[in-house]
């Protein structure tokens, strides 16, 4: 089965650390890993995609690597600040099939100043 | 970028009736599009998988009779959802692939929010 694990459920932090957001999933035949943040109640913001042929993508204070040999992504925040307090949530594009997108369950994400 | 439309964005009603949720690509044409659900403090879980003039593929545990989804055109799927219950108040948020190159790109709606009364 295709799964998609993210770790940790919820962080919190204060303002000003640098911080990791782990994703793992089960198969290494992916199309490709992507990042999104989601507000309370909202929908969701694409933050970074990495296709399966690279191995990290750059926007700004963030930084995600992907690892499909381990099954492994992380995504780096830097300097953290508190409009950045949101459910970080990983999603893998699997081959096969119709290609579909699967979720983790997110990180729930609290910086406080 | 492309953008994905959804209408209603909240929409009430009354245990017992159906309600039809829209889900637009706005300036694409996708001939895929997905439907996922989002109950409160959890992830987006995928119900099923729309092609365009085809019938829908559905999840394991998601019943097609009482989600009926429609892919009439490359802009357009609707998800109707049949006699709703209290149990189907969610998020529902759609998305549309495009293929752009060789790389698939997937691109969300906003969601609608359900609440069955």
């Known amino acids: 089965k295709q799964e998609v694990t993210q770790i940790p459920a919820a962080l919190s932090v204060p303002e000003g650390e640098n911080l990791v957001l782990n994703c793992s999933f089960t198969?290494?035949?992916?199309?490709?890993l992507q990042w999104f943040r989601q507000d309370p109640g909202k929908g969701l913001t694409s933050l970074l995609l990495?296709?399966?042929?690279?191995r990290e993508q750059t926007s700004g204070r963030l930084n995600a690597s992907l690892d499909k040999s381990s099954g492994r992504s992380t995504l780096y925040i830097a300097a953290s600040q508190p409009g950045d307090s949101a459910t970080y949530l990983c999603?893998?594009?699997?081959?096969?099939?119709?290609?579909?997108?699967?979720f983790g369950a997110g990180t729930r994400l609290a910086v406080h100043p | 970028g492309a953008v994905v439309s959804q209408h209603p964005s909240w929409v009430i009603c009354k245990s017992g009736t159906s309600v039809k949720i829209e889900c637009r690509s706005l300036?694409?044409?996708?001939?895929?599009m997905f439907w996922y659900r989002q109950f409160p403090k959890q992830s987006l879980m995928l119900m099923a998988t729309?092609?365009?003039?085809?019938?829908?593929?559905?999840e394991q545990g998601v019943e097609k009779d009482k989600f009926l989804i429609n892919h009439a055109s490359l802009t357009l799927s609707t998800l109707t959802v049949t006699s709703a219950h209290p149990e189907d108040s969610s998020f529902y948020i759609c998305?549309?692939?495009?293929?752009?190159?060789?790389?698939?790109?997937?691109?969300f709606g906003p969601g609608t929010r359900l609440t069955v009364t």
């Open positions: 998305s549309a692939r495009v293929l752009a190159g060789l790389a698939y790109e997937q691109y």
């Open positions: 198969d290494s035949a992916i199309y490709n």
């Open positions: 990495i296709q399966s042929s690279q």
């Open positions: 999603a893998v594009m699997f081959s096969g099939g119709y290609n579909k997108l699967i």
């Open positions: 300036d694409f044409q996708a001939t895929t």
């Open positions: 729309s092609n365009e003039g085809s019938k829908a593929t559905y």
